[in-house]
């Protein structure tokens, strides 16, 4: 039997693919890193692939990890990735073709992104970045445009701030809970949730324009695919109040980035928190690195904090694929479909 090949399309650190060599795998390393995430092309994806038995890695934003890259090896088993999204993979045809896709949606990776989230919430509406700017660069003490908002409602009578989610899963349920003590009123709009999970967490079930329409804060916390890409758009940000604030912490192509920039150029809407964009890195001529205080930005880094980062990820990424290639089903399995066929071509053959 030959080696078995892992393909680490985009490793995320420098040793934990180290095990796979351990015991005896060929091991084949992408351009791909954390700090660069362009990477290969898929042409040389699908090189790389070839005869390859299990494919790992973090997020890329090059080339994709598409039919042609996934039927380039007969005995590829597994394609697993260190973070949550599994949008560079064409999850039907590894479905189509028995090789399970995994991600790892740690509570490392889903919680700090909620805790950014919040964070870039309170430092637009407690203008942060402004109230420290004027402190340090200018003379004034106090002036009435730093002014910033009271979030929570009031036993005065004053009625808070309303906050809208779309897309209630991991992220976007934690961040309802996270909001329930500011006594805020929360709307959320997600098709694919059960109304008991609305319930739980404690917000009010409306449908999009609605959402858009009466949110002081808009939150977008959907998975990309071919029904979310683009979902918010001109239409969309002309629905939202001009006082209002978008924050995007989910997947950048779920935006129409242009229309985003017309709504801030414009004032249709007064500012935008953004962890992640239509192409990263972000493009160095990019509009929104030439905005004031209406944008706050940071590169696609939302879930990296110390202590956690995707090194849990890594670790369940791993451990997924040498059960792959011991011939035993993985633990964190995103097309769940494919088990059946998958148990059928790989289940009790050790490749390793
Ligand atoms: P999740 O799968 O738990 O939740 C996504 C939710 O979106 C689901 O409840 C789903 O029903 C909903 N949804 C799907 N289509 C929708 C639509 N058309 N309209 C409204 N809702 C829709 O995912 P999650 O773990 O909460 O992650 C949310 C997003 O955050 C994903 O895009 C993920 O890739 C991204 N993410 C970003 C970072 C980062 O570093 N910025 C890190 C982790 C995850």
New binding site residues.
């Given amino acids: 039997m030959s080696a078995p090949k892992v393909v680490v399309f985009a490793p995320g650190d420098e040793d934990s693919y180290k095990k796979f060599e351990e015991i005896g795998c060929e091991l084949v390393l992408g351009k791909a890193s954390w700090s660069d995430p362009t990477g290969n092309t898929t042409g040389e994806l699908a090189s790389m692939a070839l005869e390859a038995d299990a494919l790992i890695g973090t997020s890329i934003k090059g080339g994709k990890i598409d039919r042609s890259v996934l039927s380039a090896s007969e005995h590829l088993r597994i394609v697993a990735k260190y973070?949550?999204?599994v949008?560079e993979i064409d999850v039907d045809a590894a479905t189509d073709l028995g090789i399970i896709v995994t991600h790892a949606?740690t509570e490392a990776?889903?919680g700090?992104?909620v805790e950014?989230t919040m964070t870039q919430m309170l430092t637009i509406l407690k203008k942060v970045r402004q109230r420290d700017y004027a402190l340090k660069n200018t003379a004034d003490w106090r002036t009435p445009e730093l002014t910033a908002t009271h979030i929570g409602s009031r036993e005065d009578g004053y009625a808070g701030l309303t906050i809208g989610i779309?897309?209630?899963?991991?992220?976007?349920?934690r961040f309802a809970q996270m909001l329930a003590p500011w006594r805020v009123r929360v709307l959320a709009?997600?098709?694919?949730?059960p109304i008991d999970r609305f319930i739980h967490a404690n917000v009010q079930r409306v449908d999009?324009d609605t959402l858009l329409k009466e949110s002081d804060v808009v939150s977008l916390?959907?998975?990309?695919?071919k029904?979310?890409y683009h979902?918010m758009s001109d239409r969309e940000f002309g629905l939202m109040k001009p006082t209002a604030v978008f924050l995007n912490?989910?997947?950048g192509p779920?935006v129409d980035e242009a229309a985003l920039i017309r709504a801030l150029q414009d004032k249709t809407i007064a500012a935008a928190g953004l962890?992640?964009f239509e192409i990263e890195p972000l493009p160095m001529d990019s509009p929104l690195r030439e905005m004031d205080d209406r944008v706050l930005l940071s590169a696609?880094?939302?879930?990296?904090n110390y202590g956690a980062g995707i090194g849990p990820g890594i670790e369940w990424a791993t451990e997924d694929v040498l059960k792959a290639l011991k011939g035993q089903l993985p633990e964190h399995i995103f097309n769940k479909e494919v088990i059946p066929r998958w148990r059928e071509r790989f289940e009790g053959r050790s490749a390793v």
């Fill in positions: 973070s949550v999204g949008d949606p990776n889903w700090g992104v950014t779309i897309g209630l899963g991991r992220i976007g349920g709009y997600d098709p694919y949730q999009m916390h959907v998975v990309l695919n029904e979310t979902m912490t989910s997947r779920a962890d992640v696609h880094v939302a879930a990296h």
